[in-house]
């Protein structure tokens, strides 16, 4: 056996198969073929390249040796499959060590991606088995409901579903309502000047949110040299007293997903608004803007995705013309 290889108890007995570690950025096609043939197999609208795939590894992978803390399987020296695991802290619960796994469809239903999810727990424990005792330690995951293979392992595994996200679609974008700003309040274009102080409202409205970490300079960092960084489309709502931001959504377009799937979507994401400024129709209102520019911009059809366990999110979002299109879940169990 050589030095990458890696022996999983109880494997299935197929002819050809084998476990490995990482080996670098000769893996990213093929982590990219895995990841492709997946996402046509379970819905789930992707556009990755090998250049994305290799930023991603080479700059923001949190927690995470991918030397140590990855599985690749193969048939006959072919990659067939991978799962990835890494960990973080959420204030409200605990430490969270999560995980990725993506296997090509053909190799599906044969224990393969079964033994992967256990050698990734084991994994993930070992690490916890190094962090302080002090604090709850929960595995998670996650599953589209469109993955019913994914969703059958986990809940056979112990794995609880504990939190469910919507994307919702806004199918046309006529009849925009004109909705007018609370009095006291205007909308700005969004200039370098002005990214600190939108970032430090985006990082204050989410603390009410399921899951909420406080944000980092890395963070930051990241989110300024994000491809779908397009403050030209932002809705930005300023108060005229304090001049702090009010209220904001951060509207992006993902051409390259939008050519992929033949179609002129824009994405109303980043919605937040200030405590002060709840409850008054602002969020509506900024909501509006957004998809007038989207629309101004060619766009057909809109997009977001909130957490259902926030009824009146929901609610405000199908009164905007978004409707529920796809339901993906959070499981967890305990370390």
Not at 150 to 170: K, S
Not at 197 to 218: F, L, N
């Amino acid at each position: 056996m050589s030095d990458d290889q890696i022996a999983v108890a109880n494997a299935p007995a197929i002819s050809g198969l084998s476990f490995r570690r990482f080996r670098g950025e000769s893996d990213y096609p093929h982590i990219l073929a895995v990841i492709t043939a997946s996402a046509g197999a379970d819905k789930i609208e992707r556009t990755d390249t090998v250049e994305g795939i290799a930023n991603n590894y080479n700059n923001h992978l949190t927690n995470c040796d991918p030397y140590q803390d990855m599985i690749f399987a193969e048939i006959a020296g072919a990659v067939i499959g991978y799962s990835r695991g890494w960990w973080w802290d959420e204030p409200a619960t605990g430490r969270i060590y999560e995980f990725v796994g993506f296997l090509a469809p053909t190799w599906r239903r044969q224990g393969i991606g079964r033994v992967m999810l256990w050698w990734i727990e084991n994994r993930l424990r070992d690490i916890a088995a190094t962090h302080p005792t002090d604090q709850a330690k929960f595995f998670q995951a996650s599953a589209s409901q469109f993955q019913e293979g994914t969703t059958l392992m986990l809940e056979r595994a112990d794995y609880q579903p504990i939190r469910h996200f919507y994307q919702m679609v806004r199918s046309s974008l006529d009849d925009i309502p004109d909705l007018p700003l609370p009095e006291g309040l205007e909308v700005r274009p969004a200039l370098p000047e002005h990214y600190r102080p939108i970032w430090a409202s985006v990082d204050d409205t989410s603390q009410d949110e399921w899951g909420y970490t406080k944000s980092t300079e890395e963070d930051y960092q990241a989110w300024l040299t994000n491809p779908l960084f397009q403050p030209h489309l932002w809705q930005i709502a300023w108060d005229l007293a304090t001049q702090r931001v009010a209220g904001h959504v951060l509207t992006f377009i993902d051409q390259a997903q939008n050519e992929k799937f033949n179609r002129k979507r824009g994405y109303t994401e980043g919605i937040g608004v200030d405590r002060a400024w709840r409850r008054r129709g602002l969020a509506r209102a900024l909501i509006a803007r957004s998809l007038q520019a989207q629309k101004a911009e060619g766009m057909s059809e809109s997009a977001l995705t909130p957490d259902s366990e926030n009824l009146g999110a929901t609610r405000l979002y199908e009164s905007c013309g978004f409707r529920v299109v796809r339901r993906d879940t959070i499981y967890r169990k305990p370390v």
